[in-house]
Nanobody
Framework: QVQLVESGGDLVQPGGSLRLSCVAS????????VSWFRQPPGKQREFVAS???????TYEDFAKGRFFVSRDNSKNTVYLQMNNLKLEDTGTYYC?????WGQGTQVTVSS
C-alpha cells in the first residue's frame, strides 16, 4: 500500500522560504508524475506544481518563479522549494501520485 508523508511546513514571515518534502513508500515512485496541491483556509484544494519522471516541473501561475519542484528517486522523495512566500501561500500542502494522497503539511505565512 502506497503511503505519502509530507513534512517541512512551518510558520514563516512574508518573503521567507520553506522546503517541503514528500516521502513515498509502498510503490514504485519513480514511474509516476508527482504533484503538489494546496488548500488555503476556507478554499478548495488547488494545483501548485508537478514533477515528471524526468525531473521536469510544471507550475501554476502563482508558483512560477518562486516555487521549484524536484525529485530524488533514490530516496523516493519529492521536494517543493518555496521562496518569497506571501500571505496567500498559507494553507495545507499535499503531495499526490497515482491517486494516492498524503496527510498534508501546514504552511503559515504571517508577520
Amino acid at each position: 500500500q502506497v503511503q505519502l508523508v509530507e513534512s517541512g511546513g512551518d510558520l514563516v514571515q512574508p518573503g521567507g522560504s520553506l522546503r517541503l518534502s514528500c516521502v513515498a513508500s509502498g510503490g514504485d515512485f519513480s514511474l509516476y508524475l508527482v504533484s503538489w496541491f494546496r488548500q488555503p483556509p476556507g478554499k478548495q484544494r488547488e494545483f501548485v506544481a508537478s514533477v515528471n519522471t524526468g525531473g521536469g516541473g510544471t507550475y501554476e501561475d502563482f508558483a512560477k518563479g518562486r516555487f521549484f519542484v524536484s525529485r530524488d528517486n533514490s530516496k523516493n522523495t519529492v521536494y517543493l522549494q518555496m521562496n518569497n512566500l506571501k500571505l496567500e501561500d498559507t494553507g495545507t500542502y499535499y503531495c499526490t501520485f497515482a491517486g494516492n494522497w498524503g496527510q498534508g503539511t501546514q504552511v503559515t505565512v504571517s508577520s
